[in-house]
């Protein structure tokens, strides 16, 4: 099936349900209306391999021999979907008083439908799993408390068994995630040092807080519980793929930034498209006004194939589209500032970009009572009276999940002032 965002979607559906649904949707966010959508079937998760070493070339001399290479290496990477239903109960008297229960109904499902596009809008962003850890050994390493964090990649209902290894010469850690049957590579242990396992999609961060390292150990914990939300490209960029700001309080937003996040972004899976606050993208309309040389509509988009259809036109620059997202912080801090904000650049695709996937169980599994099937997995279900109540329930509900296939895909500069 191809891979269409919302508003590619939303020409296709003839559903007045599911229509106003999508409809909502994407005037509530504009990113998440212009991702791809990719549907995993009736699973609940989608694996895929990342490239992570390539072989070595060989430079024979005529006639020479050439040395066979298997270095050869990819990343096995799972992520997966969650989640997110809203239950309206209807009053029957009072549906009746505001114009009959179809009425109250079909506002009931705008509602909640806007509330699962501000929800999973965020869990773009800031979303984080936030697993529980407990640390069940230390093993013989002299330690006997420690804090570590789960990063993202991890899922407890694939494994919950993570195993941290300490070596006293040399004062190394190594971390072998849920899943993996091997090690990461060993770095040498600081108080929260951030460890990787062998599938560099799985990271922790550790801190041993209590005791003292006297020999070879394996701390060996589990996770569980967790916020039930995606992990979101706050934690899905890397260091490698962020600008840190230069002055002392942050910096303002520049076009050369904008030239370097588009630079970060070497993955060709799809289009590339910025996202940052409203007030950043007045902040960039602003440079681009005072650019010399050029009208406006030559940074505009005229047919706005990313944008909500009912928006005329898109800003662009440099060909990349500006997306707005409600959803991106702006309190992060540096020197005295404390309300600085990240603009982000991303490749908008699902082979190796960034993307939505999403589950047809919930389509899959209801009956007669659905009210609508709509694309994207969204499900709108009529759940009847309930039973100790004069009300009846409606539900609206999608399970998504946010693929990142490619970590050059994803970029992002922090500490923005404007």
């Known amino acids: 099936m191809a891979a269409l965002s919302l508003v590619e979607l939303l020409k296709g559906v003839s559903d007045p349900v599911a229509s106003g649904v999508i409809e909502n949707i994407i005037t509530t966010d504009q990113l998440l209306g212009s991702l791809p959508m990719q549907s995993v079937g009736t699973r609940g998760s989608l694996t895929f391999r990342r ?44 549906a009746g008083e505001a114009g009959g229960l179809i009425s109250a109904r079909a506002a ?13 809008g965020d869990d773009i962003i800031t979303g984080n799993s936030n697993w529980t850890v407990t640390v069940n050994d230390f093993g013989s390493s002299g330690y006997s408390a420690a804090t570590i964090v789960v990063g993202p990649g991890h899922d407890p209902s694939r494994g919950a068994v993570g195993t941290i290894k300490y070596t006293h010469s040399g004062t190394t850690v190594q971390y072998k995630a849920p899943g993996d049957v091997e090690y990461g590579a060993a770095v040498t242990y600081s108080a929260g040092v951030k460890v990787y396992s062998d599938n560099e999609d799985k990271w922790i961060t550790v801190n041993f807080s209590s005791g003292s390292a006297s020999a070879n150990g394996v701390t060996v914990f589990t996770i569980s519980g967790g916020d039930q939300e995606v992990d979101g490209v706050q934690r899905l960029v890397t260091s490698g793929q962020t600008i840190s700001s230069t002055g002392t309080n942050g910096d303002a937003i ?62 662009m620059y440099n060909g990349i589209p500006i997306l707005c997202s409600d959803f991106i912080p702006v309190n992060e801090s540096k020197g005295s500032g404390s309300t600085l904000t990240s603009v982000y650049c991303a490749t908008l695709g699902p082979d190796a970009g960034l993307s939505v996937i999403y589950s047809d169980a919930s389509l899959d599994a209801e009956d007669v009572n659905v009210i609508s099937r709509g694309p994207g997995g969204l499900t709108v279900v009529d759940l009847g009276t309930v039973q100790n109540a004069d009300v009846k329930r409606v539900r609206v509900k999608a399970y998504w999940g946010l693929v990142n296939k490619s970590e050059k895909g994803l970029a992002r500069a922090k500490e923005i002032t404007s």
């Open 51 to 94: 490239e992570k070493a390539l072989p070595s070339v060989s430079k024979p001399a005529s006639a020479g021999s050439i040395t066979a290479d298997a270095s050869l290496e990819f990343t096995r990477v799972s992520t997966f979907c969650r989640r997110l239903v809203v239950d309206q109960d209807l009053d029957i008297l009072d």
């Open 108 to 120: 009931a499902i705008s509602k909640a439908s806007k509330a699962i596009a501000r929800t999973f």
């Open 254 to 315: 520049a076009l050369a930034t904008l030239d370097q996040l588009a630079d970060l972004v070497t993955d060709n899976g799809g289009p590339k498209a910025y996202f940052m606050t409203k007030r950043t993208r007045r902040a960039v309309m602003a440079l681009l006004r005072a650019a010399g040389g050029a009208t406006m509509m030559e940074y505009k988009d005229a047919t706005a194939p990313m944008g909500n259809p009912t928006t005329v036109q898109v800003p």
